[in-house]
């Protein structure tokens, strides 16, 4: 099974502060990783595919980058709606989520 | 537009069996491989099985193999999931989430608002 570690599991930020989220996979899965958005009482939302493709409607400030086994995601200015759990998805094997980061508002 | 609605969940005993229901519609819902997702009280997403939209093909996570069985019914557009065996740790709420494409599991690009599986005695 391919295991996805993900870093931090929660941060603290004020708003237009740049967050960073890291996943690194247990092996090479180039860029078939995925990354989500969950608030809270929310179903889970895709915002990033294939490592650094942001899906449409998303807004500009997420971001993704990476292949291989390290991963990063990006919000180049915090925004308040922002607050929610993100997290990495890996594909080049069946499926696994990384463990989640809780980022909330300093 | 596409919506997923679950149904079926409910409170179990350990060893016993529920199955879940995802009625799905604003999707022509042969063309797309489906999956179940997970996430247990205070934990993280966990991806439990996924099912071909091409061939039918099924996949599944090695926590619920040879225990829980993923089935479709294109004809109602309906996903199931079929859960035998029910242990405590299989509590959570339960996703039904569309794929991109024909295959997966890959990109989960529409997702169901979930249907809460408790098992305890």
């Known amino acids: 099974d391919i295991q996805m570690t993900q870093s931090p599991s929660s941060l603290s930020a004020s708003v237009g502060d740049r967050v960073t989220i890291t996943c690194r996979a247990s092996?090479?899965?180039?860029?078939?990783l995925n990354w989500y958005q969950q608030k809270p009482g929310k179903a889970p939302k895709l915002l990033i595919y294939d490592a650094s493709y942001l899906e449409t409607g998303v807004p500009s400030r997420f971001s993704g980058s990476g292949s291989g086994t390290d991963f990063t995601f990006t919000i180049s200015s915090l925004q308040p709606e922002d607050i929610a759990t993100y997290y990495c998805q890996q594909y080049e094997t069946l499926s696994t989520f990384g463990g989640g980061t809780q980022v909330e508002i300093k | 537009e596409v919506q997923l609605l679950e149904s079926g969940g409910g409170l179990v005993q350990p060893g016993g069996s529920l199955r879940l229901s995802c009625a799905a519609s604003g999707l022509i819902f042969s063309d797309y491989a489906m999956n179940w997702v997970r996430r247990a009280p205070g934990k993280g997403l966990e991806w439990v099985s996924g099912i071909s939209g091409a061939d039918d093909s099924t996949y599944y996570a090695e926590f619920v193999k040879g225990r829980f069985t993923i089935s479709r019914d294109n004809s109602k557009n309906t996903l199931y999931l079929q859960m035998d065996s029910l242990r405590v740790e299989d509590t959570a709420l339960y996703y039904c989430v569309k794929d991109r494409g024909g295959y997966g599991p890959y990109h989960f690009d529409y997702w169901g608002q979930g249907t809460l599986v408790t098992v305890s005695s």
């Open positions: 092996q090479d899965i180039s860029n078939y």
